[in-house]
């Protein structure tokens, strides 16, 4: 096949296509089908990926979470509820006996207590008590001000670290450094705000309130309250020794029976990995299932219209095989057809692809991780799985066309 081979069978394929324009645009609808669930099924897994290494980047790589609730959902519901709350001792004697992390914290939660500042106010916002430490956490950098300090840890201080979404709440038109705002009545002095770092699948880090740990105790105690431990491993490679290490203390601490199961969680991202890999199995499962049908569908389709085009163009062929025309030749251009009808479905698909991006993207901001415009790396793939599909339904009727008999086909009409 020559360069001029080529441009001859484009030509040609590109004439036959305009002469039978709306037959060729019915006939590439179930290609373009096919290809607008399979770029935006690579668009929305695309996104799902992202929104997966912001959350890992978020949570730390290499944090671990001791809690009394599996963020996983494996665990029964009602077996969790019924687990023991992790106490304030508990937690301490942990973070006093964990030799192999590179830092532990203690973390304890306060809900439905009233924020308030001026005519603002909520009581949406979880209060956390924790340490300083825990500004070296990645879940604890602050974008504004800073972190409240060992000595506002030991002096019990009335200082706080906004989340994001509290602060953009709270003082909508101000910088809210140095302001002072009421939890639950008492007057606490704002000094740093965290970092918007939320995303799709952990919004809540937005939407709290951090205070110092020995200020939280005196303000509202630690009855009935479950305490969680964050633990910075130090690196993923040592992330298998830090939870071992962690699992045995804890059963130690609570006084575990060495057959009884563990009655706490030690969460990290892995929770999350495992929910977005669910997600994406059904995605691919509904995607490539319709993909395919839509793909078979216009493969018949094609494969139809082309021997069509081969009977009408039968004395056609015959004239050129008369003339010197070499069945590779015959052949190519019905390929190249057939070809070009599945790429331009694929064209239209992706333009439409690229509308429906946009639309949802705008529609639904919340879903911050979808991007406008499918990625350009989907689009190249699309644009080769439907000239392969072009390529193959063409191949029966371009052999067809090739092994015509020229005196047969000249006397054809």
């Known amino acids: 096949m020559t360069l001029s081979e080529l441009r001859e069978a484009v ?3 590109l004439d036959a296509i305009r002469a039978n324009f709306f037959r060729s645009l019915l006939t590439s609808v179930g290609i373009a089908i096919g290809v607008l ?20 980047t978020l949570i730390g790589p290499d944090m671990l979470y001791v809690d009394k609730w599996d963020w996983s959902g494996r665990t029964r519901w009602t077996e969790v509820r019924s ?18 992390a590179e830092l532990a914290v203690p973390l304890v939660r306060a809900w439905g207590l009233r924020i308030a500042y001026r005519d603002q106010s909520t009581t949406d916002v979880p209060v956390m008590g924790t340490l300083s430490d825990y500004g070296r956490t990645p879940a604890g950098a602050v974008e504004h001000g800073r972190f409240f300090s060992p000595s506002e840890d030991r002096t019990s201080a009335r200082v706080a670290v906004l989340g994001y979404a509290v602060a953009q709440q709270l003082f909508p038109a101000e910088n809210p450094l140095g302001k002072t705002i009421r939890i639950a009545g008492h007057p606490f002095q704002v000094i740093g705000v965290i970092e918007k770092r939320g995303t799709t699948f952990i919004q809540f880090v937005d939407k709290q309130i951090l205070i110092p740990l020995p200020t939280f105790l005196h303000l509202f105690g630690s009855a009935n309250r479950s305490f969680s431990i964050a633990v910075k491993a130090g690196s ?13 203390l804890m059963r130690r601490i609570r006084n575990l029976a060495p057959e009884a199961p563990d009655d706490f969680a ?9 929910e977005i890999a669910g997600l994406r199995q059904a995605v691919w499962g509904v995607g490539l299932g319709m993909s395919m049908l839509s ?7 094609i494969v139809n219209i082309m021997f069509v085009s081969v009977v009408e163009r039968t004395a056609e062929i015959g004239i050129r095989k008369a003339v010197g025309a070499r069945r590779s030749s015959i052949a190519l251009q019905f390929l190249v057809e057939a070809g070009l009808l599945c790429s331009a ?6 333009m439409l692809g690229n509308l429906l991006a946009f639309g ?4 639904f901001p919340e879903a911050e991780f979808l991007t406008s415009y499918i990625p350009p790396q989907h689009v190249g793939i699309a644009l080769a799985v439907a000239f392969t599909a072009g390529i193959l339904a063409g191949w029966a009727p371009a052999l067809r066309a090739a092994r015509l008999d020229p005196i047969a086909a000249l006397r054809y009409e």
Request: glycine content about 10%; hydrophobic content about 50%.
């Open 236 to 248: 993923e490679e040592r992330m298998e020794e830090v939870r071992d290490e962690i699992r045995g």
């Open 266 to 274: 030690i969460n990290e991202t892995q929770a999350f990995r495992e």
């Open 345 to 350: 479905g694929a064209v239209g698909a992706l």
């Open 11 to 13: 030509a040609v394929a």
């Open 295 to 301: 793909f078979l569908v216009g493969i018949i389709g």
């Open 83 to 100: 687990r023991k709350n992790i106490t304030y001792a508990q937690a301490r004697a942990l973070v006093e006996e964990l030799t192999g």
């Open 37 to 56: 669930f399979v770029s935006l099924m690579g668009w929305f897994l695309s996104g799902l990926d992202t929104a997966l290494e912001r959350t890992i």
């Open 360 to 363: 949802i993207a705008h529609a």
